[in-house]
């Protein structure tokens, strides 16, 4: 069930006035998207090829969330470049997304047990990007009161998208359930990887929320796919159901 507040309102006002219009909510539907990752599988298959290689891997994320989809010659593309970049209004939409997904939904994000997320972590940068990451300012404004668990990018050879584990290093925790913030998933490698040295550090359950789910649109099925998704965007579809909660 979608939290209300007068905060959390005005949030799914801006979205509304700022996004409805370009932004595509994720769903995940039998024969047309990966089951795992809502992104786009080729014809007859269940699972996008990233997440089929990955499945017999250990340590994956054990629910994954997402906001929008996102490519890159669509405004809801430019705008996941642009508010990394400084641009004012994308961040400040990046961050609606953001805010109000973990906020509003905070209660969808539940473990095998039913629990909410006790900490939180971001998946930071492999590109040796300097300063705060945008990602990390956002979730820590809103989640002041829920400890932060710290993943140090430790970039190695094999390119950085695969799935590594040793990509990032996270101190010995005993945290019962995490939710892991991402900005963009592309192939998925970046957030599985944090979730694996999340979990070989001691996190039972991890939940992944990101922001954008990256198509894209030259491949056959793609198109297809987002005319079926032509609805207007609802912040109070679940991130992680692809339902009106």
């Known amino acids: 069930m979608v939290a209300r507040s007068a905060a959390l309102g005005a949030v799914h006002e801006y979205i509304e006035s700022s996004g409805s219009a370009f932004l595509k909510n994720v769903r ?4 047309l998207t990966c089951r795992r ?8 298959y269940d699972t996008c090829l990233a997440c089929s290689m990955r499945s017999p891997q250990s340590g ?3 629910r994954l969330g997402f906001v929008t989809y996102a490519w890159s010659d669509g405004q809801a593309g430019r705008m996941m470049h642009a508010y990394k970049g400084g641009g004012e209004t994308s961040y400040q939409l990046v961050d609606a997304l953001l805010t109000y997904a973990a906020a509003a939904h905070w209660g969808c994000a539940v473990d095998n047990d039913g629990a909410t997320p006790t900490s939180w972590a971001y998946v930071p940068s492999l590109s040796g990007r300097q300063g705060t990451h945008p990602i990390q300012q956002i979730a820590s404004r809103f989640l002041k009161r ?3 668990i710290e993943v140090t990018p430790t970039p190695r050879p094999g390119g950085t998208r695969s799935f590594d584990p040793g990509h990032f290093k996270v101190r010995s925790t005993d945290a ?17 990887s944090a979730s694996a040295a999340l979990k070989a550090a001691g996190a039972k359950t991890v939940t992944g929320l990101v922001v954008a789910r990256w198509v894209v649109p030259s491949w056959a099925n793609t198109k297809a796919v ?13 991130p992680y159901s692809g339902e009106r909660c």
């Open 37 to 44: 990752c809502a992104g786009i599988p080729s014809p007859g």
């Open 226 to 238: 987002m005319d079926v998704f032509a609805d207007t965007f609802d912040p109070d579809i679940c």
């Open 60 to 62: 994956l994320v054990d």
């Open 146 to 148: 829920v400890p932060a």
């Open 176 to 192: 019962k359930h995490v939710i892991l913030f991402d900005d963009t998933w592309t192939s998925g490698g970046h957030m599985e």
């Open 28 to 31: 995940w539907v039998p024969d």
